[in-house]
C-alpha cells in the first residue's frame, strides 16, 4: 500500500555519533529527500503560535507551583512549532529526515529539567508524545563507542558544553542522553507503530550505514 505522506524520519544519537553525516549521505543519494528540519531556525510565525497553544500549559504549571524556565519554554515553543511545519511539509516530500526532533527535544529536557525524576508538567509530555506518534514514522538510532564520540567531540570544529572535559565526564554525558533518548523511543513506540532501527558509525562504513537506511525508508515508503 503506497503512501500519500513523506516518510517522516528522526536521525538521534549521542554528540558526535555521525547523524550530520548520515543524513547529507541520503540526500547525495536521493534529492528527494527533505532534509535540514530541525528545532532550530524555525519561522517566528510558527513559534509564536505554538507559544500561544502553550499558555494554559504554562498557567497550569504557575498554580501548581512549579513554573516553566525559560530554557524549558523556549524548547517546548520549539517543539512545537516544528511539528506545524512538519505537517505542511509532509504533503510535499517523499521523505522528511529530522535532525533534532521530538526525541532529541523530550531527550534535551530529561537531561537538562529532570526535577526529582519527575518530568514537568507530565499532560504536556503525553500529549506531544500522542501528537508525534501519529506523525513520525521511523527512529534510526545512531551510536559509537564512547571514545569514538570523545574524540570526535574534541576534534570537530562544532563547540560544544563538554568539549574540553575529561573523557569520564563525556561518557557520561552521552550514557545520560542515550538513556533518555531510550525512554523517549519507548514511549513513541507505545503510542504508536514507529519502526526502530540502529546504526553503529565506528564499526559500519557510511556508505554501508546509508544504504541500510534507504532501505529502511523505501520499505516504510511502500507501506511495509
Excluded at 553525516?21 to 547525495?28: I, M, P, R
Excluded at 523556549?74 to 510535499?92: F, H, K, Y
Excluded at 557520561?172 to 507503530?193: C, D, V, W, Y
Aim: overall charge positive.
Amino acid at each position: 500500500m503506497s503512501r500519500d505522506r513523506a516518510v517522516v524520519v528522526e536521525l538521534v544519537g549521542p554528540a558526535g555519533a555521525g547523524k550530520t553525516t548520515l543524513a547529507k549521505g541520503v540526500t547525495e543519494t536521493d534529492a528527494t529527500v527533505r532534509s535540514g528540519l530541525s528545532l532550530w531556525g524555525l519561522p517566528r510565525r510558527r513559534l509564536v503560535r505554538s507559544a500561544m497553544a502553550l499558555l494554559p500549559t504554562i498557567l497550569g504549571a504557575s498554580i501548581n507551583r512549579t513554573p516553566l524556565r525559560a530554557g524549558e519554554l523556549a524548547q517546548m515553543i520549539r517543539l512545537g512549532a516544528l511539528r506545524s511545519v512538519v505537517e505542511d511539509e509532509a504533503s510535499q516530500h517523499r521523505v522528511i529526515i529530522l535532525d533534532e526532533g521530538p526525541v532529541f527535544a523530550l531527550s534535551w529536557l530529561d537531561m537538562f529539567f529532570t526535577r526529582n525524576s519527575d518530568r514537568i508538567p507530565a499532560a504536556w509530555r503525553r500529549r506531544v508524545i500522542a501528537q508525534w506518534a501519529t506523525l513520525l514514522d521511523v527512529v534510526v538510532f545512531i551510536d559509537a563507542s564512547d571514545i569514538t564520540l570523545a574524540n570526535r567531540i574534541r576534534t570537530r570544529e562544532k563547540p560544544h558544553t563538554v568539549k574540553d572535559l575529561p573523557d569520564a565526564e563525556i561518557f557520561g554525558f552521552s550514557a545520560g542522553f542515550r538513556k533518555a533518548f531510550e525512554r523517549a523511543i519507548g514511549e513513541l513506540a507505545q503510542a504508536g507503530h514507529i519502526v526502530v532501527d540502529t546504526l553503529k558509525t565506528d564499526t559500519d562504513p557510511v556508505d554501508e550505514n546509508t544504504a541500510r537506511l534507504m532501505t529502511k525508508l523505501k520499505q516504510r515508503r511502500n507501506g511495509n
